[in-house]
């Protein structure tokens, strides 16, 4: 079974609609990373956030992190169209590695 | 700005022949990755390294393998390509290994034939 798991394979909101990406994990870890990847790109890190820390913010994105129920999410607000793209949360776990989820497609309509 | 570049962006090979894909970061880092995505899933990894002249096995690491000649050069080769080999391949650098960013390349679509 897979470590790190984005809970939705898809999702698709309006422009300007609020939108939360889940993750949960299934080991001990130090950090754990968003990662935003648009079509033909590679992935580009949104946000870091460490054990200790319960919650980070960047611009129009926060996420959170529960490390008593294995668990994170990240929340967009007021949404583009520039947003659309596949949104993976990564782990780290203290090692020299990252275990990616398998990502949320996230399309934003006009 | 942290960059790594990724040559070729793209490449047609045909069964059983070698690839070798390349990868060159400016941004000084220690430790640099080779991952895979399949259509429609996340990233998995095959090696990686910490010090130029070192790598090692990440998660698929058969069929593949991989050189760091320089601390800014990370190559993986596969010498007998095969059809399931048909991917995306991503290079990925990061200065504390995974206790920070991973700054990525821009992928190498690889169509094996």
């Known amino acids: 079974s897979q470590l790190a798991e984005e809970n939705s394979w898809a999702l698709s909101v309006h422009e300007g609609e609020s939108v939360t990406v889940n993750c949960s994990y299934k080991?001990?870890?130090?950090?754990l990373q968003w990662y935003r990847q648009k079509s033909g790109k590679g992935p580009a890190q949104l946000i870091l956030?460490?054990?200790?820390?319960r919650e980070k913010r960047n611009g129009r994105l926060r996420a959170t992190l529960d490390t008593s129920s294995q668990s994170s999410s990240l929340s967009i607000t007021a949404t583009r169209c520039e947003d659309t793209a596949v949104y993976f949360c990564?782990?780290?776990?203290?090692?020299?590695?990252?275990?990616f989820g398998a990502g949320t497609r996230l399309k934003v309509i006009a | 700005e942290a960059a790594v570049t990724q040559s070729p962006r793209s490449k047609v090979a045909v069964t059983g022949g070698k690839v070798t894909l390349s990868c060159h970061q400016t941004?000084?880092?220690?430790?640099m990755y080779w991952y895979r995505q399949d259509t429609g899933h996340g990233l998995r990894l095959i090696h990686y390294?910490?010090?130029?002249?070192?790598?090692e096995k990440g998660d698929i690491p058969d069929g593949y393998k991989a050189s760091r000649p320089s601390q800014e050069n990370f190559s993986l080769i596969l010498e007998l390509a095969s059809l399931s080999q048909t991917a995306v391949y991503f290079c990925?650098?990061?200065?504390?290994?995974?206790?920070?960013?991973?700054?990525f390349g821009p992928g190498t679509r690889l169509l094996v034939l």
């Open positions: 390294s910490y010090v130029a002249d070192s790598t």
């Open positions: 941004n000084n880092h220690d430790y």
């Open positions: 990925a650098s990061s200065d504390r290994g995974g206790k920070d960013t991973q700054y």
């Open positions: 080991t001990s870890i130090t950090a």
């Open positions: 956030i460490r054990s200790n820390e």
């Open positions: 990564a782990l780290n776990t203290g090692n020299y590695k990252y275990v």
